[in-house]
């Protein structure tokens, strides 16, 4: 390759916790500016660029303003990773998509809602093309950096489609469920070494469904391990309301 | 013959969130000097209603990534209080450490890559790897031991995991606190020490400008005031946390997706300076040091120098760091189980200075133990009226410089404030009515 590839980073909506991570790469933070040049970070930098080898994008789309810049951003980049589950399955910001809007606006900024228009939290996949995922609330260092490398050396990167427990299973963790706990790990996908069963929680669900979920088996093991299935439906919700049937 | 100008910053860099800068000057006389704030709004509050108290702090820390620690403990201890959950003096321990963590991490990143590059003539800290190598490793070195306690506490710094209602889902290991305690004393002090040298050589390029205006901050007796307190204003003195509804006064205007605040007058301010003057007394010796060194006087009323202010707060941290990670050790760790049976269904009232300033949160649970009102007051939410009368006064003072300087000005008074600005938009004000 003749020049380094032009790296560009962009937020929507979201909590920039995908981006700090970024910046949380203390060890590989130089090894990776080695590699690449960052030519747009709003977070991080003044300069703005024309276009991009690789954009990388975090957040979710939920206002007509999100909607003009994700394509104005497709066009500029070759490729196009959404970069945590907000950007990938519109993450938590989805969960208001349940209920009226006008009820969610009201709620929050009384009469004065007309000041500020909202649209349904969507993923980035439902407004422009996105070349690859990188999930995770927030997403880990470990993947990103499985994904980051596979584009600087022009491969593929490849998404796990197996559930958590798998992983869980293969650090040796007694399962959350055993000790009478609920989890997520069954129908959520895998990718995060099933890190917080590790370390004594349960799987929330925050890398989006495995490609073909068993809901009804998951909410059936919900409500056997102590929850109504309202309360079951809603743990699955957080994480999932964009692709969840009827959650209403 | 007066002067005009017209400054419209898209979308400011190198601050958390999205804000514009707007100033229009005609014939001299100043129509409009504010930050917009036009951060897309999330509506927590859709997300918070009917869940589990279990699901409060997972959903709330994602308010923002940034200060997502702080978010978790202060609805921690709101559910708590709602509950009537008691902690144990370990939890208590562990939450402060992990708050020490997280106050460093972000004093570090504000104060050498999001504003230290304006002190240096430029845009990012990216030029200053090449510059400034020795710098950037060492800032990216603080950051590194700042997270690695919140991975080794909370099992993961961004959107900790082991922080549950009642206690912690893991107790970390004698060894890893051991790890910890050296690092901190072998690398951490040192750094700190060093952090304080390059702030001095920069400190020339902090604008001199003040504005005298009401400082708020917890304060308590006995220590350095971060995990609870009074709340204590310059203006009126100590008054109890539940009274944090008459100490905030939140109000809607058009210009921000973020609600503005307001106590005792127009505006005032939250966060590293504000601790500064209400708490200097009880800061350890070598910060205290560090502020004589970097010129930071008690009663300082320059918001520029927020940002050394977090320098000199991060040696305590530091320190006191140490100090708990030596009484934990010292009690022996306690494989302890979170207490979560509810005593009670009410409502519980928490604030915390988090790195920004006070964050209060303020649950109701019904009696199946789900969230049935929230409410949270964001510390940038709180600054946004003190930075636009800021603005307001700054504006006239810097009028005969060039529009490129006041820009400047302008957008360093803005990253002073370190303002996370998806936080503040974030913020819930709920009553849900049945």
Known sequence: ?248 | MGANLDIKVRHLTRVEGHGDIVVNMRDGVLEKAQLDIVEAPRYFEAMLKGRSFHEAAIITSRICGICSLGHQITSLKATEQALGLEVSAQTVLLRKLLIHGATIQSNVLHAYFLAAPDFLGQGSVFPLVASHPEVVKRALRMKRLANDIGDVVSGRAVHPITPVPGGFTRIPTAHELQELKRRLQQEMVPDFLATVETMKALAGAIPDFTRETEFISLRCDDEYALYDGDICSTDTGRVPDSEYRRMTNEYVVPHSTSKHARANRSSFMVGALARWNNNHDKLCPTSLAAAAELGLQPGCHNPYLNTIAQVVEAGHCALDAVAIIDRLLGDGLKDEIPNQEPTRYGTGIAATEVPRGILYHEYTYDRQGRVAAANCIIPTGQNLANIDDDMKKLVPEVIGQTKAEITLKLEMLVRAYDPCISCSVHLLDVNFIE
Request: charged residues 25%; proline residues 5%.
């Open chain 1, 1 to 248: 390759m003749t020049r380094k590839p032009r790296v560009a980073i962009f937020d929507f909506t979201g909590c920039e916790g995908c981006e700090l991570n970024q910046l949380n790469f203390e060890d590989q933070l130089l090894d990776i500016l080695a590699h690449v040049d960052i030519v747009e970070w709003r977070e991080a930098m003044d300069d703005r660029a024309g276009e991009y080898d690789i954009a990388f994008v975090e957040g979710s789309l939920s206002t007509p303003d999100c909607i003009k810049r994700i394509h104005d951003v497709r066009r500029r980049a070759k490729v196009l990773v959404a970069l945590g589950t907000c950007a990938v399955t519109g993450g938590v910001n989805a969960v208001k998509n349940t209920r009226p809007i006008e009820e969610v606006r009201e709620e929050v900024y009384g009469q004065d809602k007309y000041l500020f228009p909202t649209l349904p939290a969507l993923p980035l996949s439902a407004v422009v093309k996105v070349d690859h995922n990188v999930r995770g609330c927030p997403m880990t260092q470990i993947e990103f950096l499985k994904v980051f490398t596979a584009l600087v050396m022009g491969k593929r990167p490849i998404e796990p489609d197996y559930a958590v427990c798998v992983e869980c299973k293969l650090r040796e963790n007694e399962c959350v469920l055993e000790r009478g706990m609920i989890c997520l790990g069954p129908v959520t996908r895998a990718g995060c070494d099933a890190h917080c069963p590790t370390v004594g929680q349960y799987c929330i669900g925050c890398r989006g469904l495995v490609s073909e979920p068993n809901i009804a088996g998951m909410e059936e093991i919900l409500v056997d391990h102590g929850l109504s299935l309202d309360d079951a439906r809603r743990r699955l919700q957080l994480y999932n309301a964009n692709q969840l049937e009827g959650a209403k």
